[in-house]
């Protein structure tokens, strides 16, 4: 089947000596993974390397045999031109880190207009701004709402929060408990938006704090997690 739809491109792994291994998020068929054969040797091919750089947003036209295999690419070409995304380099390590965080977590073919829309949104804010340092810690606490695990906070207020269960509660009950200034933070983080993110304001420890909370969240919610390799280059870039 022929498709037509809107991507971000999540990952690039050459393979072999010539072909590349594109992985995309698409608008209308989930994750889908292309096969591009000589991309890397021929500069007359249909595509160039640029078009897949990591959170791309592309119009893609192509074969889709549903069947869990390798798909088939007829026609990329750019959407959003971006203007920071890949020339800054705080920013392209922070791409690297959220495609890499994608990469881990996303793994439906199947078609989620709010998940790609807010894949969409958040990428093009990432784009236009420029107070960004807490930017990859609203965007993994938002993205949970769409994987199925967003914290339960009807009970906010209350001064332990189970990782475990995600839940808010009264005393600790396991080892999964958090209370104290990250928990604080946390709290912080769950009553914004991106456009008061800068109202934030963390300190180069309590990030990294509140970061390493996070990705023990999404550890113990998505089977076989990996923690991020471009993890040790993020915290190096904030330090």
Known sequence: MVVNTNAIVISALKYGEADLIVKCYTQ???????????ILKSRKGKFKTSLFQ????????????????LEYLQDAKILVHYQTLHTEVVKTTMVMFISEMLKNTIHEE??????????????NWLDSHTDIANFHLLFLLKLTQYLGFYPEDSEIELPYFNLL????????????????????????LLGTNFEALNEIKLT?????????????????????FKKPKSLTILHEIFN
Do not use: W
């Not at 209308?28 to 000589?38: A, D, I």
């Not at 199947?110 to 990428?123: C, H, Q, R, S, T």
């Open 165 to 188: 269960d995600g839940v808010f509660q009264h005393t600790k009950i396991n080892g999964y408990c958090v209370s104290g200034d990250v928990l604080e933070n946390l709290k912080m």
């Open 110 to 123: 199947e078609e989620n207009e709010e998940l790609y829309g807010y894949l969409e949104g958040a990428v």
């Open 28 to 38: 209308k068929s989930g994750l889908k993974t292309y096969m591009l054969r000589g």
């Open 54 to 69: 990591p959170l791309t947003q592309l119009e893609l036209v192509a074969k889709h045999k549903d069947k869990g295999n």
């Open 204 to 224: 180069k420890s309590k990030r990294a704090e509140l970061l390493e909370l996070l990705l023990n969240y999404y550890r113990l919610h998505i089977e076989s």
